[in-house]
């Protein structure tokens, strides 16, 4: 029996945290979905009652024939599963299924989170080849049937600015959502003001600036601390030496431990929410801390500013200005009811725009518009 929805996700542990619940409204509409992705065994136990294809797919690869290679076996694949819809999130996956899709007569519906490492990095060899991507999804995104889910107007405007997509093929559903019954508000823990960023270790996420930040608040002797939650990720260019996050820990201006699996419980452990990242789609992270009522600190970037409106929610800084960071975070360090102030309307906008099931039945209603077109 054919699958009514396929998820094409490259990590299962990405399925996990952003599109299970996504899955199980599917199967509460009586939709048969499976999920083609690269399993991780410590995945298995919690994709219990899931169907999965396990697939390799490298985010990053610089070897043509691999990739072509890939590319030929999900075609296979796809031509035998034959969805009714399939779901790609994520840029390979995207430009990989929908053309396999488009092949096949598949109905496609992709999903960007943001327009990440290949569409902000200034290197040589990284705008190259985003000339190759340009041209790629213009030719996807033309004709056929498909849509692209994106996360912020930012993002939507730059792709049909750039005629890269049609207007008309862009759906904007803000976020995978927030489950507000797990995520919910808590009093400050006692002790000094702690940061947290919660996101893999990278440079892009505005890690070092946060160190330089954290640097210059010891040496005001402001007092306060700063966590990282999270792990580096060898797949992305920009991601953060292992030994690096060490000697910044051994130095004692961070505390970072790697992973965690509570997210709640890390936000009711902390007082401000912290994330210098240079773009986003639409930061899970920040819509969990905001719906646990706590105040951003986070940049004036496509993505993040979507979450945050200065002065309300919490600060915007300029993207790579730890100076800036530096003294958004001493505001809040010095002022426990401001931090109050945000962190109850961080709250009112998270129960406002960023409920889990809103993004649910969006998207649902988004498979049967594709399914139901000529």
Known sequence: MHPDIAFLITESTYFLSHRRPLAEGCRRAGWRSLLITNLHEADRPDLAGIDVVPFDMVRVSHHPLRELATLVRLFLLLRRLRPRLLHAVGLKPVLYGALAGRLLGIRVVCALAGLGYVFTSGRLRVRLFRRLIVLWMRLLFRRGRVRLILQND??????????????????????????????????????????????????????????????????????CRVRLVGEPDPHNLSSLPPEQLAAWRAEGVVEWDGPEQDIARVWAESHVCVLPSYREG?????????????????????????????????????????????????????????????????????????????????????????????
């Open 282 to 374: 639409m930061p899970k992270a920040l819509l969990e801390a905001a719906a646990c009522g706590r105040p951003i600190i986070t940049t004036d970037v496509p993505g993040c500013r979507a979450v945050v409106e200065d002065g309300i929610e919490g600060l915007l800084v300029p993207v790579r200005d730890w100076s800036a960071l530096a003294d958004a975070m001493e505001r809040l360090v010095r002022s426990p009811a401001l931090r109050a102030a945000m962190g109850r309307a961080a709250r009112t906008r998270a129960e406002r725009e960023f409920g889990q099931q809103p993004v649910v039945a969006r998207t649902i209603t988004l498979y049967h518009q594709v399914l139901d077109a000529p």
């Open 154 to 223: 930012d993002d939507a405007e730059k792709l049909v600015a750039n005629g890269i997509i049609p207007p008309e093929r862009v759906v904007m559903i803000r976020g995978s959502g927030v489950d507000l019954d797990v995520f919910r508000p808590s009093p400050e823990p006692d002790g000094v003001p702690v940061f947290t960023v919660v996101s893999r270790m990278l440079a892009d996420k505005g890690i070092r600036e946060l160190v330089l930040a954290a640097r210059l608040l010891r040496w005001r002797g402001v007092p």
